[in-house]
């Protein structure tokens, strides 16, 4: 039986569940703080991953995915946010939108931190394959989280940049640009899907998410690596 392909769906899936549970729980507790407890009052301020779990974005995607080698990536169930509930609609619903992001920047951070405090303490000739098995994890926590961050920081509704820009645009223009969302999903899979496909010099992931994933990595092992 081949089990690498059971391995690296494992240390994909469970980084990545910790990551978006993570990150759809700062949008709600930032949303709770600024006035909108509608999360709070649905449940969803739980670090539980069961009730974020989206079956075919936090399992299905990622685990076909990990399997055939492609990166990594999905979203949990959004938590419910009444923007017109915050004290400042504008401003700390830009803040709401970004504490996702934002998040998953800091546990990219952690994670790095952590990785090299056991690649320190390890000896690579006696690593076994319980200490591999967290390191893999380890490095693909920091890789997801980093992906996550800057994938949800591109200008597109109804992702967290796209909420993003709606805020930062002109009342009207922000408006119109914000009702984009509703056609959100089918975007994302012609510019993630369909473009690569059709042209594949024109690939938003490799081209636009990816350089800037690949050099906060580097960034982070520098720092914490010191090399």
């Known amino acids: 039986m081949n089990v690498a392909p059971i391995f690296a769906a494992a240390t994909w899936i469970v980084p990545l569940v910790i990551a978006i549970t993570f990150h759809e729980v700062a949008h709600g507790v930032v949303a709770n703080a600024f006035g909108d407890p509608t999360a709070r009052d649905a449940g969803r301020l739980s670090f539980n991953p069961i009730r974020h779990v989206d079956p075919v974005g936090t399992v299905i995607l990622p685990l076909i995915l990990a399997?055939?080698?492609?990166?990594?990536?999905?979203?949990?169930?959004?938590?419910?946010?009444?923007?017109?509930?915050?004290?400042?609609?504008?401003?700390?619903?830009?803040?709401?939108?970004?504490?996702?992001?934002?998040?998953?920047?800091?546990?990219?951070i952690v994670g790095a931190a952590i990785l090299s405090v056991i690649l320190r303490l390890t000896i690579a000739d006696h690593r076994g394959t319980a200490v591999l098995f967290l390191l893999v994890n380890l490095n693909n926590f920091m890789m997801v989280n980093l992906f996550l961050a800057i994938f949800n920081l591109l200008p597109i509704p109804p992702l967290d940049g796209g909420a993003v820009l709606a805020r930062l645009l002109p009342g009207r223009i922000g408006r119109r640009f914000a009702m984009m969302g509703r056609y959100g999903f089918g975007i994302l899979i012609f510019l993630l899907v369909a473009l690569p496909m059709a042209m594949p010099q024109f690939d938003p992931v490799s081209q636009l998410v990816q350089p800037p994933v690949r050099f906060l990595a580097r960034t982070l092992f520098n720092l914490f690596l010191g090399h």
């Open 67 to 108: 399997v055939t080698g492609a990166p990594v990536f999905g979203w949990a169930k959004p938590v419910p946010v009444r923007m017109g509930q915050l004290r400042n609609p504008r401003w700390q619903g830009l803040l709401v939108s970004a504490a996702g992001p934002g998040m998953n920047f800091l546990l990219a």
